[in-house]
T-cell receptor, first 116, second 112 residues
Framework: NAGVTQTPKFRVLKTGQSMTLLCAQD?????MYWYRQDPGMGLRLIHY???????AKGEVPDGYNVSRLKKQNFLLGLESAAPSQTSVYFC???????????????FGSGTQLSVL | AQSVTQLGSHVSVSEGALVLLRCNYS??????LFWYVQYPNQGLQLLLK??????LVKGINGFEAEFKKSETSFHLTKPSAHMSDAAEYFC??????????FGTGTRLLVSP
């Protein structure tokens, strides 16, 4: 069981370049999340989705876009990368309706992104 | 809105010593509280959670936490630290049904 898989694991971009981070989960979870982790700031929610075809803004959505065309995939896009977006990005998923609770997030192993 | 504050960005202990990581919460409603652990180069894993019921919660790897409403605290403890406990620990509170809000994290350093 793979759980939550993120690709790529590392990426270096130049300012102004674009890229897409892919998150895939095989647990039939309804909810998916994108967080960024920065030193001294913990994890901050960028965007999230409560089901296929839905997205919502989190705490720090500016400069990012997301899409959830398929239930198992959640894509995070940077249209014009900036040095301030240098961070470690984590995808997470949760909530199976058959369990009826939403008490545990399952995390991917992260993407280290550097914007020069 | 619900939030958590972790006191101390770094905590150093000797192997075999007591581990105490502090977390205080702010919530206008009964909170759902969590501790997650992050080992180097990995994602976060759930250590334990408090939802309702017993205020002393036991988690994996010998960790436990006690919900104290009067002190608005949810501190994480382990009686005897092991080298393998070295990691970063995050306290979190659930905001609404869908979202978790994380603290800034505490890095635990364990020396021989």
């Amino acid at each position: 069981n793979a759980g939550v898989t993120q690709t790529p694991k590392f990426r270096v971009l130049k300012t102004g370049q674009s890229m897409t981070l892919l998150c895939a989960q095989d647990m039939n979870h309804e909810y998916m999340y994108w967080y960024r982790q920065d030193p001294g700031m913990g994890l901050r929610l960028i965007h999230y989705s409560v089901g296929e075809g839905t997205t919502a803004k989190g705490e720090v959505p500016d400069g990012y876009n997301v899409s959830r065309l398929k239930k198992q995939n959640f894509l995070l896009g940077l249209e014009s990368a900036a040095p301030s977006q240098t961070s470690v990005y984590f995808c997470a998923s949760s909530y199976s309706p058959e369990m009826g609770t939403n008490e545990k997030l399952f995390f991917g192993s992260g993407t280290q992104l550097s914007v020069l | 809105a619900q939030s958590v504050t972790q006191l101390g960005s770094h905590v150093s202990v000797s192997e075999g010593a007591l581990v105490l990581l502090r977390c205080n919460y702010s919530s206008s409603v009964p909170p759902y509280l969590f501790w997650y652990v992050q080992y180097p180069n990995q994602g976060l894993q759930l250590l334990l959670k408090y939802t309702t019921g017993a205020t002393l919660v036991k988690g994996i790897n010998g960790f436990e936490a006690e919900f104290k409403k009067s002190e608005t605290s949810f501190h994480l403890t382990k009686p005897s630290a092991h080298m393998s406990d070295a990691a970063e620990y995050f306290c979190a509170v659930r905001r609404g049904f869908q979202k978790l809000v994380f603290g800034t994290g505490t890095r635990l350093l364990v020396s021989p």
